[in-house]
Structures are given as C-alpha cells and as structure tokens.
C-alpha cells in the first residue's frame, strides 16, 4: 500500500468501511507512517459528527468545505468522495438498527422471564413447620411458622371457625409466657387466612391457642 492509497482508505477505515483483510493491511501501514497515524488523530470525532447529521447534510458540509465546515480538520473531498460517505452513512445506521433490534429482542426476552418468574417469586415462604387441629364441632385451625431473624412469622388458616365475634391466635412460649399475636372478625365463610408474628423464636414456641374475645380457648395445638 503505498501513500496516496493509504491516505484515500483513511476515511473509510476510520468510518469502519474496510473489509477485514483492507483493515489489516490499512493497520500495517499505519505501524510505519507517522503521518497517517498523526491525521487519524485528528479525524476521530468524525464517526460522531457523521451519526449527528443526516447523510445527505454530512455530505453537503464535507464537500463544501469552507466558511460551512464543520470543523477546520475535516478531510479533503477527493479523501472521501461524495459516495463513500454516503454508503458508509448508510452501513453504519444499518449496524445501528441491527444492534437496537438486539436489545430490544434482550429486553423482550428479560420481560417474558419477569412475567412467568413474578408469580414464582412472590409465593410465600415454605413453613418451617406446620400444625392442625380439628374440634368435635369440625373447626379446622392450620398455622404455619416461618422462622425469621427476628422471630417468627405465622401463617393462620382456618375452616368452620365461629360465624360472630372476634378471635384471636395467641402464642404460648416455653418459658410460661403468653402473646397475642393477631386477630380478625368472624367471617361468614366460616374461612379465614391471616398472617401474624411473633418475637418469640421458633424453637421458643410451645403452642398456640385459638381464644375468642373472652379469652376462652377454641382449639389449641402444641409444638413438640
């Protein structure tokens, strides 16, 4: 590649034109000429000013030159004809399209994973351990513990609970203690699900008891 071809293919190689085989031999060349390296220096922030403006413009302030220029470092016209510019325009916002189809086809993808994983995700905590009780009257009392750094949490079910009144789930503590954890209004389902907690760790835990306002005790279950 000798000086004139080499100065000709800065443009392009600059713009990203050359083939890869062009590129190398371009790169040779500029290992040896200070010369080239020193104008492809200057000429860095063409590829920024080219995808500002539209080509057809690009075009028209390269070729003027002049008073219109851009800037005082911009190449001569013969350095890159009207057409090479055009076509490079032309590929680079092509690249530019197939890159913004690709993250776009990423974020699509990362939606569809956060759509169906949602749901996945917000089940709640698998419990520790779980207790039931069933009364004569066919009262069914389920409570779930979640151990928690804190303490633990309850998970309350319950079927053909009483259809008036308010009750409550109290905690009982090995150490003698009593807490009362949470509390709902009968429903008329005879159904309930609630959550409730304890600062009481679950290796603490001797039991629970089902009490209605009174404090009189439903159902009670006890932890081993």
Same mark, same amino acid.
């Given at each position: ?8 293919? =800065? ?15 371009? %790169? @040779?060349?500029?290992? !040896? ?15 920024? =000013?080219? @995808?500002?403006?539209?080509?057809? @413009? ?14 005082? =470092? ?7 004809? %009207?057409?090479?510019? +055009? @076509? ?54 389920? +409570? ?12 309350? %079910? ?7 009144? !308010? ?10 203690? %009593? ?13 309930? !699900? ?5 600062? +009481? ?12 306002? /009174?404090?009189?005790?439903? /159902?009670?279950?006890? +932890?081993?």
């Amino acid at each position: 590649m000798n000086g004139n071809s080499a100065h000709q293919s =800065l443009g392009a190689y600059l713009l990203g034109g050359l083939e890869p085989e062009e590129a190398r031999t371009f %790169e @040779d060349h500029l290992a !040896k000429c200070a010369e080239c390296r020193h104008e492809l220096e200057q000429l860095e922030s063409l590829p920024a =000013l080219l @995808d500002a403006v539209p080509a057809a @413009d690009a075009v028209a302030l390269t070729v003027a030159g002049g008073a219109n220029a851009l800037s005082p =470092l911009e190449p001569k016209p013969e350095a890159l004809p %009207e057409k090479v510019l +055009v @076509d490079l325009s032309i590929r680079r916002r092509k690249s530019r399209r197939r890159w913004a189809a690709l993250v776009g086809a990423v974020a699509a993808a990362c939606l569809a994973v956060g759509f169906f994983a949602g749901p996945l995700l917000n089940q709640p905590a698998k419990p520790d351990a779980s207790y039931s009780v069933q009364s004569e009257s066919g009262l069914q009392l389920t +409570v779930g513990m979640v151990k928690k750094n804190w303490g633990t949490e309850l998970a309350v %079910e319950g079927r053909s609970m009483p259809l008036e009144g !308010k009750l409550y789930l109290w905690v009982k503590g090995r150490d003698g203690a %009593e807490e009362r954890t949470c509390g709902w209004t009968a429903t008329q389902s005879g159904r309930i !699900k609630i959550t409730g907690a304890t600062p +009481v760790q679950l290796a603490g835990i001797a039991g629970v008891e089902l009490r209605d306002e /009174a404090e009189k005790t439903v /159902a009670s279950i006890s +932890v081993p």
